[in-house]
């Protein structure tokens, strides 16, 4: 009785908010906007889905916004936002105003995001990581946060001329994987210069050269370098790579996409990696 108590007043909770230019809404609109952290490190999420993975994996929320008529949807979810986080019932137009999605579902918020840094992904015995290179589709980049969280990467760098981690885009395609794998931002000279201090290998992603997945050596401390979806790995990057490593296909079919090929390395490498333990 105690937790349908608590659901029935779970509403009661919401704080009527009606101005576009209140400041925790100008706040999640920027950060939906610029697609980047807000100035305290909150990154901004919509959807049910979303927000109960955010809490599931022990984020604070700072506020929780719910358009109006979806009321009903949001009571499982207030009872699990802490008290200190504000929570608004803001009128349907101005939520629609404020999301990125054409059909919202009506329910968002601003969480406080997990700070990380190179240093802390090195800190595993024999490192997996990936890095985006260019990769400028978020669905792409959203695809190989939740795949290396999949298959026990260590964390993905995003690397100049990728899209944003926190595209909305990219964060619903991540299902929920960017509350928990560390993914940083990195001038890519500086993390390879780092990599190569730790003794990893960097081995580029090809659909026309280098060694089959299969038979390359995915082991001991790597990153999978992928980069942009139409030019590939440019000239300089494939420089910096020790090797390649190719996803055999049928030559009728068209190279896949950097989403789909970091997912099969990850988990030809989780495999091989699985029979050594």
Excluded at 70 to 82: D, G, K, T, W, Y
Excluded at 95 to 104: G, I
Excluded at 127 to 147: E, F, K
Excluded at 203 to 217: E, F, K, M, V
Aim: net charge positive; glycine share 8%; aromatic share 4%.
């Amino acid at each position: 009785m105690a937790s349908l108590r608590t659901e029935r007043q779970a509403p009661s909770m919401l704080r009527r908010v009606a101005s576009r230019q209140n400041a925790l809404i100008k706040e999640l609109r920027q950060a939906f906007a610029q697609a980047a952290l807000t100035e305290d490190g909150c990154c901004a999420i919509e959807g049910v889905r979303l927000v109960e993975e955010a809490l599931r994996s022990g984020l604070r929320l700072k506020a929780v916004f719910v358009s109006q008529g979806a009321e009903q949807r949001a009571e499982r979810l207030l009872p699990q936002v802490s008290s200190h986080a504000e929570a608004l019932l803001v009128p349907a137009d101005v939520f629609a105003a404020t999301v990125q999605t054409e059909a919202p579902q009506g329910i968002a918020a601003l969480v406080q995001v997990r700070q990380w840094e190179l240093k802390d992904i090195l800190r595993a015995a024999h490192p997996l990581i990936v890095i985006a290179a260019g990769v400028q589709d978020p669905g792409n980049l959203g695809t190989m946060v939740r795949s290396a969280e999949a298959f026990g990467a260590n964390g993905l760098l995003a690397a100049e001329g990728t899209v944003s981690p926190y595209n909305s885009k990219a964060v619903r395609a991540a299902a929920g994987s960017l509350f928990r794998l560390p993914v940083i931002r990195v001038a890519l000279n500086h993390a390879l210069e780092a990599l190569r201090e730790q003794g990893m290998r960097v081995l580029g992603t090809s659909s026309h050269r280098g060694t089959p997945a299969h038979q390359a050596d995915l082991t001991g401390g790597l990153a999978l370098l992928v980069g942009n979806e139409g030019a590939g790995l440019g000239r300089h990057l494939a420089a910096a790579a020790d090797g390649f490593v190719a996803i055999p296909h049928e030559p009728r079919v068209e190279s896949l996409n950097a989403g789909i090929a970091a997912a099969v390395l990850l988990y030809e490498a989780a495999r091989q990696r699985r029979a050594l333990s």
